[in-house]
């Protein structure tokens, strides 16, 4: 099968194997006149090759089409719903007017065009054909004008809607709609995002564009644009790339482009790769076979969720291979991941051919010798909100993988057990500079930035290099100035039903109409003022766990998590763990302020329990293969962890070990107290091996035996010079681990 990358660059190629023939489609005419010669010249060099073996030379005026494959009508139900003619849906063959008979003459013209036996019958054929085809698809495309306007998009005329290039499958292919339609399609969409990005406008005007430095494309843009005629062009460009967009938001023909994830439907980006995979599956019938070209966000990103669904409970996935790109593309990042994937759309998947490559494609060749067997089991568990695919390095991952999933997701409520729920900024280091002061002596209560924690660490005695804190805030006595009033005022408006008293109440309590105004008679009706901020508890009031936002799954540790001293705020760059879940009831609702309401979600043997298990190399290890460079609040909430409670075998070893590695210091003499006078540990080379058997335990706590713990130890990303993660404590880790096989969590 010809591919042409220059020619076919932003549909596919399609495939009927009862014709033998290729079909193609591509927004720009150049490269439809491109494709069709490199398929000439491929025909001819058959026939120098084996002139014998040749068949007749097929006619591709009506093969390689050009128009924009994302705007007009894919198939008959589209065509009789919009003509109000539920007839169409009989292609032909049956009672009615069926779609066939109404563009018999289409289909008509272009057999005739080629079973031509002369260039005089095959251009008024040609000429015929166009004629009825255009005909048609000025009728249709009234209809694609109507769906502009009625999603609110009048500005689009019919001189717009031309220039926009609609593309009718059902005129521009009849014949391949009465035959049963594409065997096979082969796709290499774009990767671009749909904005008015200056990239894709400029390079018309200067060619060095995309590869000058931000600061010269700065300066190329204000030369450019100082010229009237490319300043109107520009502004004409930005506001139909927003039009498409619009309408492809709007549209109804795109059902997979807007996942929910966490409960909240993802921001679109109008991703082109996205649409056109999903334009594909609408063109395939049941038997077609798929396979595209994807950049990596279609099996990375939230907003490929529904498509990454579709793949798995709607077709027959086969193949599904990852490249890292390592110079595979040129001018592309090495480190850009991409994918190929092949399906068959119809039926389900219940194990997933895939595999992993980085700057090397002979996987293509010899796929059936190294691909490995994914269970879609394990894809719809691994990453249950989101449904992200993991990379399939090795089986030896997926098979670890099976055991991270038999656990529930760290933000799943399971009965009355702790769960995770995180607050991802209290404060903006940008937006809430007016309440930061960097002046010791000028604040009441520090002010946590990412850099001021590790693991198990909050302040820079401890044996990392952490840097010491330099923002503080002022108590609330003084509101204008206080983050504490800040981050109280943030809650007391909030919609999060885990942190907001008002929704809360609203929920518990049958709520009807507003909120504010149900809660407040309620609580007249218990002898009690209107709701305020001082019902609110602020979490700051308990010890809790931090988070840093900002990492990447190649630094030494991706989760890094600490307990952070009580009366503390903390920035943008850590989410926090809420240690309150809002319950109120009805003895609550007299109380002022309603501070009663907020039950605690851990017990303190919980607390560092789950501080152990989110600082332990398993959950690192999962999470690096989930995420890129920050911690995103559905992946970290969707990831496995062992629901450790007081009664299991492993809590007391992981909880004690890391109240041990995080109670240091005057702040945590109170929890020393309250967990029965622990010994902190401080000195370097003690904290080493409980770090090392709190590591060793979690392996347990997942249920991984001896060769999955030894797999993900040798697999764990190394870095260089690290502080802690080196071969003798991945050795010690092991030892340990051993030692637990053996024993068991002896105190």
């Given at each position: 099968m010809l591919w042409s990358k220059s020619a076919l660059s932003v549909v596919s190629l399609y495939f009927c194997e009862g014709s033998h023939d290729y079909w193609g489609?591509?927004?720009?005419?150049?490269?439809?006149?491109?494709?069709?010669?490199?398929?000439?010249?491929?025909?001819?060099?058959?026939?120098?090759?084996?002139?014998?073996?040749?068949?007749?030379?097929?006619?591709?005026?009506?093969?390689?089409?050009?128009?924009?494959?994302?705007?007009?009508?894919?198939?008959?139900?589209?065509?009789?719903?919009?003509?109000?003619?539920?007839?169409l849906s009989n292609y032909g063959g049956g009672t009615g007017t069926g779609i066939k008979e109404m563009y018999e003459g289409v289909i008509e013209a272009i057999e005739r065009h080629q079973d031509a036996t002369s260039s005089k019958v095959a251009t008024n054929a040609r000429k015929l054909a166009e004629s009825r085809i255009d005909s048609h698809s000025e009728k249709l495309n009234e209809k694609i004008l109507k769906q502009f306007h009625d999603a609110g998009i009048e500005k689009v005329d019919e001189k717009t809607l031309e220039e926009y290039h609609p593309f009718h499958w059902v005129i521009e292919f009849p014949t391949i709609y009465r035959d049963g339609g594409f065997d096979i399609i082969i796709g290499n969409p774009p990767w671009d995002v749909l904005t008015p990005d200056r990239s894709h406008f400029f390079p018309k005007y200067d060619e060095r564009f995309r590869t000058r430095p931000p600061s010269e494309k700065d300066r190329k843009e204000e030369e450019l644009l100082s010229n009237p005629d490319i300043a109107a062009e520009y502004e004409e460009f930005k506001k139909n790339m927003q039009i498409r967009s619009d309408y492809y938001n709007s549209s109804d023909q795109y059902e997979l482009q807007k996942p929910t994830v966490g409960g909240q439907t993802v921001a679109t980006e109008t991703d082109l790769s996205l649409l056109f995979f999903e334009r594909v599956t609408q063109l395939a019938g049941d038997q077609s076979y798929v396979t595209q070209i994807m950049p990596g966000n279609f099996f990375l990103g939230a907003t490929a969720k529904d498509l990454r669904e579709y793949i798995i409970n709607k077709t027959e996935l086969e193949h599904f291979v990852q490249f890292e790109n390592k110079d595979l593309f040129n001018n592309v990042d090495d480190r850009y991941h991409f994918a190929i994937c092949t399906f068959r759309n119809s039926g389900s998947t219940e194990v997933v051919n895939g595999g992993f490559a980085s700057g090397d494609a002979s996987i293509l060749i010899n796929f059936d010798r190294d691909s490995i067997d994914i269970p879609s089991e394990v894809l719809a568990e691994y990453s249950p909100e989101s449904r992200i695919f993991p990379f399939f390095r090795s089986q030896e991952l997926i098979d670890s993988l099976s055991k991270f999933v038999d656990h529930p997701p760290i933000g799943e409520k399971v009965g009355d057990d702790w769960f995770v729920s995180l607050y991802m900024k209290e404060l903006d280091r940008a937006n809430d500079s007016d309440l930061l002061i960097e002046q010791q002596e000028d604040g009441d209560y520090p002010i946590y930035e990412g850099k001021n924690m590790h693991q198990f660490a909050y302040d820079d005695t401890s044996v990392f290099d952490i840097n010491p804190i330099s923002l503080w805030g002022v108590d609330e006595d003084d509101p204008g100035r206080s983050a504490k009033h800040r981050v109280r005022m943030k809650n007391f408006r909030s919609r999060d039903p885990d942190a907001s008293l008002k929704k809360a109440i609203y929920n518990k309590f049958g709520g009807s109409g507003s909120q504010k105004s149900f809660v407040n008679d309620l609580l007249e009706q218990h002898s009690r003022p209107e709701l305020s901020k001082e019902d609110v508890l602020l979490d700051c009031t308990k010890y809790r766990i931090a988070i840093r936002k900002i990492t990447n799954s190649t630094n030494e540790r991706t989760l890094i998590a600490g307990v952070i001293p009580k009366d503390t705020v903390t920035v943008h760059s850590i989410a926090t763990v809420r240690p309150h879940v809002v319950e109120p009831t009805e003895d609550d609702l007299g109380n002022y302020p309603m501070h009663s309401a907020y039950e605690e979600v851990f017990t303190d043997e919980e607390l560092f329990v789950v501080l152990g298990l989110l600082n332990s190399i398993p959950i690192d290890y999962l999470m690096r293969t989930k995420i890129d460079t920050n911690i995103v609040q559905y992946k970290l909430n969707e990831t496995q962890l062992p629901r450790l409670t007081a009664s299991d075998n492993w809590f007391n070893w992981i909880s004690q070990r890391a109240a041990r590695l995080n109670c240091y210091g005057d702040e945590f003499s109170e929890m020393r107290d309250r967990l029965g006078g622990i010994d902190p540990a401080t000195d370097a080379q003690k904290r080493r091996e409980l770090q090392a058997e709190i590591d060793a335990a979690a392996f347990h706590a997942y249920g991984m035996n001896e060769e999955e713990t030894k797999f993900i130890l040798s697999d764990f990303y190394q870095v260089d010079n690290p502080k802690l993660m080196d071969d003798p404590y991945f050795d010690l880790v092991f030892e340990k681990y051993s030692d637990l096989d053996e024993e068991g969590p002896y105190p």
């Open positions: 489609v591509d927004i720009d005419q150049g490269a439809v006149e491109i494709c069709k010669l490199r398929l000439w010249l491929s025909m001819v060099a058959d026939i120098e090759d084996e002139p014998n073996e040749v068949e007749p030379l097929p006619n591709i005026d009506f093969n390689i089409r050009q128009g924009n494959t994302l705007i007009g009508f894919t198939d008959v139900e589209e065509v009789a719903t919009e003509s109000g003619d539920a007839s």
